[in-house]
């Protein structure tokens, strides 16, 4: 296919493009969300052609199998908004523990975090572990504590549905729907979650390509829904030290395919609180527009995943390196 990249949005030059390319037989496509790009189907027409209709100003050929989150449709970062918290055009840090796992220590995290500007408070209700012996999730009450605490101070839940039947429940409790590693590859969930309508964080499957998990968020895109947030989270390599491998590599390479904003989980791909300071400041310094971390107030009583859980300190120190190094940026960011 072919995009035609107009002049301007306004619905005379979409219907004067799309006119010009009928009269030559041409039935052209028009995306939701994209009124800057008329879509062509390959092969009907050359493009000399094309380049020469008034109100185009690009002409751009599309090879790539997952066109509506392809980087030609769009100039300008992607950018939406979580609850109240802009995703893309920034960097932004997520955090929270693996599992809410009481109200009190959702509260005291929240507390916490929001004390150091963290505004997306993430958590899990429903947890794919493992093992069916390994604890699952407090479930709905869980999805209670984070509305509570995000409300009270001022932030927005990110949390993981495993299966359809959780985006009812998540409806008034979560800003932010999470897509697991392991359901990557689900696409009844990807569209479910699409159609909801809320902005989607999708994980990468720890055994996925590139392309695949690109496919992946095409399905959601597909649905209508472009509020995307891809997410790597460490891949599985012949390396055994660590939990996972984090593929740093995957921020510049989505960069240059999509314009979905990318965030990297240094958590999960390490599995040890020591290294995820220092590969977040790598997610940073790779162009990352968000980091997202797990935290809990005492993480040898963590019920899951415990080990890459950062206590307070560890937290404190990260942000404030992470600080440091958004200031060699230019424009200098801030975190909050
Ligand atoms: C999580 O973020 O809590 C999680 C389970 O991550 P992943 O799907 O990447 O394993
Ligand atoms: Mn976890």
Redesign the pocket.
């Known amino acids: 296919m072919v995009l035609l990249i107009l002049e301007n949005t306004r619905q005379e030059t979409v219907e004067h493009v799309r006119n010009q390319l009928a009269r030559r037989g041409v039935v052209a496509e028009i995306w939701d969300r994209f009124p800057e790009v008329v879509v062509v189907p390959d092969k009907n027409v050359s493009r000399d052609i094309l380049e020469s209709l008034s109100g185009v100003r690009r002409v751009v050929p599309l090879r790539v199998p997952y066109p509506r989150i392809a980087r030609a449709l769009k100039e300008t970062p992607h950018v939406f908004h979580v609850g109240e918290v802009q995703v893309g055009g920034t960097f932004t840090l997520i955090a929270g523990p ?1 599992a809410a796992e009481s109200r009190d220590m959702v509260l005291e995290t929240a507390h916490f975090l929001a004390e150091h500007g963290i505004r997306l408070l ?1 958590g ?1 209700a429903y ?2 572990r493992t093992s069916p012996y390994a604890f699952q999730g407090e479930e709905e009450r869980a999805l209670d504590w984070l509305r509570e605490a995000a409300d009270r101070y001022g932030m927005a839940v990110v949390s ?1 549905a495993l299966v359809p039947e959780h985006l009812p429940l998540m409806r008034d409790r979560v800003d932010m729907i ?1 897509i ?3 359901n990557m590859h689900n696409p009844p969930l990807l569209r479910a979650a699409a159609h909801t309508g809320k902005p989607i964080l999708l ?1 990468r499957g720890f055994s996925a390509t590139y392309e695949e998990w690109l496919l992946a968020a095409e399905y959601i895109a597909l649905e209508g829904n472009t509020n995307i947030l891809l ?1 790597e ?1 460490g891949i599985r390599t012949f390396e055994r030290a660590l939990r996972f491998t984090l593929d740093i590599s995957a921020v510049p390479y989505l960069k240059r395919e999509t314009y979905l904003p990318v965030c990297v ?1 240094p958590s ?1 791909a390490s599995g040890q609180r020591e290294m995820v300071p220092a590969l977040a400041r790598a997610a940073l310094a790779a162009g990352a527009d968000a980091v ?1 971390v ?1 935290v809990h107030p005492h993480p040898e009583k963590a019920r899951s ?1 415990g080990p890459q859980a950062l206590d307070f300190p560890l937290f404190t120190h990260m942000v404030d390196t992470l600080n440091q190094l958004l200031e060699t940026q230019q424009p200098p960011l801030h975190l909050p």
């Open positions: 693996c993430r899990g947890k794919p993981e999470q697991g590693a392991r994980k997410c989270r989980d999960h997202m797990e995943d």
